[in-house]
């Protein structure tokens, strides 16, 4: 089993982190011994931190990256992509709409693809997300051509190599846009799977915010024309 990096970015999730920490150390445990769970806490201004630390003490394959001020989910994931030592990334939210213990259906496919993306086979959002989602999915697929059946799914798993091959530079929700449609475009190999998706118990979404919907949409304009420029230099 090769070494894996978990990626959790966390902003003002001091009510979820420990129970999404505590969830995945035990989904580790019964997979590899060879394994880290880093929480990239993006400039939260409650106690997520604080948590963080302490159960670090319990669990030493824990790491804490913390931003000053809120950079964004993409900026999140990014300071833990960089930091990630394992072979293998994933990443979920801090938030336990999903369970980490399903990172087993995706283990056997990383073997024969280079990505392994989740969809959410029910998903357990109110309708403003799920309409927005399906709204963005559409405009994506319009303009890149298919990527991936649930693309803002916070459960995916790669190789450390497509860092390499896919530049990923959004600080915001664009991020998993990046990741798959820059991959599609150069021949890497990806694989879907279904996997369960839970309300909310506690907490706050800011996906649903104005401000993060049109700043996604700001930077997949500027995405479409970066990317022409990049697979023109390759």
């Given at each position: 089993?090769?070494?894996?990096?978990?990626?959790?970015?966390?902003?003002?999730?001091?009510?979820?982190?420990?129970?999404?920490?505590?969830?995945?150390?035990?989904?580790?445990?019964?997979?590899?011994?060879?394994y880290e769970?880093?929480?990239?806490?993006?400039?939260?201004?409650?106690?997520?931190?604080?948590?963080?630390?302490?159960?670090?003490?319990?669990?030493?394959?824990?790491?804490?990256?913390?931003?000053?001020?809120?950079?964004?989910?993409?900026?999140?994931?990014?300071?833990?992509?960089?930091?990630?030592?394992?072979?293998?990334?994933?990443?979920?939210?801090?938030?336990?709409?999903?369970?980490?213990?399903?990172?087993?259906?995706?283990?056997?496919?990383?073997?024969?693809?280079?990505?392994?993306?989740?969809?959410?086979?029910?998903?357990?959002?109110?309708?403003?997300?799920?309409?927005?989602?399906?709204?963005?999915?559409?405009?994506?697929?319009?303009?890149?051509?298919?990527?991936?059946?649930?693309?803002?799914?916070?459960?995916?798993?790669?190789?450390?190599?497509?860092?390499?091959?896919?530049?990923?530079?959004?600080?915001?929700?664009?991020?998993?846009?990046?990741?798959?449609?820059?991959?599609?475009?150069?021949?890497?190999r990806i694989?879907?799977?279904?996997?369960?998706?839970?309300?909310?118990?506690?907490?706050?979404?800011?996906?649903?915010?104005?401000?993060?919907?049109?700043?996604?949409?700001?930077?997949?304009?500027?995405?479409?024309?970066?990317?022409?420029?990049?697979?023109?230099?390759?």
């Amino acid at each position: 089993m090769p070494s894996i990096s978990i990626v959790l970015p966390a902003y003002n999730e001091e009510e979820n982190v420990g129970e999404a920490i505590a969830a995945t150390v035990e989904a580790m445990e019964s997979i590899t011994p060879d394994y880290e769970v880093m929480v990239a806490d993006d400039g939260s201004s409650d106690g997520t931190s604080r948590v963080v630390e302490v159960l670090m003490e319990r669990y030493p394959q824990v790491r804490l990256i913390r931003h000053p001020v809120n950079r964004g989910y993409g900026g999140a994931l990014r300071s833990g992509f960089k930091a990630a030592r394992g072979d293998l990334i994933f990443f979920t939210s801090s938030d336990n709409q999903y369970d980490v213990a399903e990172i087993k259906r995706l283990l056997p496919l990383i073997e024969e693809a280079d990505i392994v993306a989740g969809y959410r086979a029910q998903r357990q959002d109110p309708f403003i997300r799920r309409f927005f989602a399906w709204g963005w999915n559409t405009l994506v697929c319009l303009l890149f051509g298919y990527a991936a059946r649930d693309i803002d799914c916070a459960f995916k798993l790669f190789r450390r190599e497509v860092l390499d091959r896919v530049p990923l530079t959004s600080m915001g929700a664009m991020i998993d846009t990046e990741l798959l449609v820059g991959a599609r475009k150069r021949g890497l190999r990806i694989r879907e799977v279904a996997v369960s998706h839970f309300p909310r118990r506690a907490g706050r979404q800011t996906g649903a915010r104005p401000d993060v919907i049109l700043k996604a949409f700001r930077d997949l304009w500027d995405f479409r024309s970066r990317l022409k420029e990049e697979l023109a230099r390759e």
